[in-house]
């Protein structure tokens, strides 16, 4: 079993996809999967795939015709085998040291999830953010009230598996129905305050846009789904 299964959904990336597969493949870490999932691309991203996933053999991937994130995230937690997951969008990367860092924390502090701090890269400037912005006596909740993103953390495979927990699907904001929940499901979450992972904001991503979508009703379904999660299982 791997330590830790990387998953990449991957949709048209072909100008940043590298310098993300070179962060991950330069990990410390040495005993990880990759799981690249293309999610119908028209550009050359997935011939960039079928060229690493060549060259290395802890590399797998799949590719599928165009049905989002959501879909494309759940088919690599189903082809996981690792000990851990961890997700890395296709137009970011990492610190060398990420899945180190954040598996030795788990292991020492038998946690389930382990979340560390990043750098929003815009345009034009480079940002800090803190993952728990919010102090509360229980991690769990603070976890819970911070971000709502499924990357710069590792998360225990098992929590996905045994408890059948999928990203929602055919919705955009499907990272803040899932993501919070997973803390009902956790014995612990420990917090690595070093920053390992680099997000970078490109001015046509969903969420800079500025003009009304149709998709952006998303967030009640997302809202009710978070309602139910946790009038059923409370903390």
């Keep these: 079993m791997y330590k830790v299964s990387v998953i990449v959904p991957i949709f048209n990336s072909e100008n940043y996809l590298e310098k993300c597969l070179d962060s991950i493949l330069s ?15 028209t550009d050359a991203s997935l011939q960039i795939i079928k060229q690493y996933a060549k060259k290395y053999n802890n590399i797998k ?44 924390n788990a292991i020492e502090n038998s946690s ?50 045994k408890n059948d927990i999928k990203f929602l699907e055919n919705n955009i904001y499907e990272d803040l129905a899932i993501i919070p929940t997973l803390a009902l499901y956790t014995e612990k979450i420990s917090y690595c305050e070093e920053v390992l992972y680099h997000y970078v904001i490109r001015n046509n991503s969903t969420m800079q846009q500025t003009d009304y979508n149709k998709k952006l009703e998303s967030i009640f379904n997302v809202m009710n789904f978070l309602y139910e999660q946790f009038n059923r299982k409370r903390l």
Aim: glycine residues 4%; proline residues 2%.
């Design 27 to 41: 990990q410390t870490l040495n005993d990880i999967e990759i799981i690249l999932i293309d999610d119908g691309s």
């Design 61 to 104: 991937y799949k590719t599928k015709k165009n049905e989002g994130q959501a879909i494309a995230r759940n088919l690599g937690i189903e082809m996981a085998t690792g000990e851990f997951i961890s997700f890395v969008d296709s137009d970011d990367y990492i610190e060398n040291t990420m899945m180190e860092e954040l598996y030795r």
């Design 112 to 161: 389930d999830i382990v979340i560390c701090d990043y750098i929003e890269e815009c345009p034009n400037k480079k940002i800090e953010k803190k993952s728990l912005f919010i102090n509360t006596e229980n991690l769990a909740k603070s976890y819970i009230l911070s971000v709502a993103g499924p990357c710069s953390k590792i998360i225990r495979t098992e929590i996905f598996k």
